[in-house]
């Protein structure tokens, strides 16, 4: 009798164990993200990052509050902190993913995710989950404080609430692959730093963060809407700041359309490269690789 009735029940499994295995990554995923996020507070270099980086932030915000942009009676303070949260956005989904998985390539922790049944995709769930909170936790220590600080700085209604956590999640589907494509690739987690921060500063300052993107020069535009970081940042200033800035914005518009195509667009390539990189990546570990990278770390310090 067991023997009859499990032949149906095994021929009917493929899809119900993919179903079931991928809820199992997910949970574990999320789980393993959700315990890093509160660890990372007991660590003193990430509580500095979460306030102290934050609070320079705003002190620079602030001591722009009486400058006006040009053309209306906005405080340069209220668009400078409108840029720093898409900043804080794209710098998360770029760098820190990027920096993250050359580090713990280095000290074995992806080896030991590669060891472990569920191990990488797991491991991928829980970064992806550590830095959606992350970058909340951060949007949220200089948005909350901005929104008592500076007049020009709010959300007018729900609305612009959604647009601003539409925003914030399509930036990270837009950046976190390319950080992963750049973790990947980089042997070093010191070369990240290096490799990355360079060009992403140059598009940054290009993007209309610190200052209003109508006033750079036109070749300096076309090459800042190439990338996901001026939209990010555009997206930010569309929720935060109010239609009299849009002057200050090309097109005087805030081109949510094109804003949300060209981080789909970037989403997708990400998508599709970081799985092949990051396949590539866990093939290559090993003891000998992971010793061979450690020496290499301990040779350069």
Known sequence: MSTTTDVPARSATPGVAGLARWRAITAIG??????????????????????????LFLVAAYALRDSRVPGTDIGFGSVFVAGVIGFVVAMGGIVTVAQVLSAEREDGTLLRAKALP???????????????????????????????????????????GATLLAVVLAGLLATVPIGAVLGASITSSRAA????????????????????????????????????????????????????????????????????????????????LAPLCLRRMARRQS?????????????NT
């Not at 393993?32 to 660590?43: D, I, K, T, V």
């Open 287 to 299: 003891g000998s690789r992971l010793a061979q990278d450690r020496e290499r770390v301990l040779n």
């Open 118 to 160: 569920l191990g990488i995709p797991s491991y991928l769930v829980a970064k992806g989950v550590h830095t959606l909170l992350i970058t909340l936790t951060n949007v949220a220590i200089i948005l909350v404080p901005s929104l008592l600080l500076f007049d020009s700085v709010g959300l007018r209604d729900v609305a612009a």
């Open 193 to 272: 730093t290096g490799i990355m921060m360079i060009p992403i500063m140059a598009i940054s300052l290009v993007s209309g963060f610190f200052s209003p993107i109508a006033a750079m020069p036109e070749w300096a535009q076309w090459i800042a809407q190439v990338f996901p970081v001026y939209w990010v940042g555009l997206g930010t200033r569309s929720a935060l700041l109010p239609d009299s800035m849009l002057g200050a914005e090309l097109d005087q518009s805030w081109r949510p359309l094109e804003m949300y195509g060209v981080l789909g667009v970037w989403a997708v390539i990400g998508l599709v």
């Open 30 to 55: 999320i789980s393993r993200g959700w315990l890093e996020y509160l660890r990372s507070f007991a660590n003193r270099q990430d509580a500095l990052n979460y306030f102290g980086i934050s609070g």
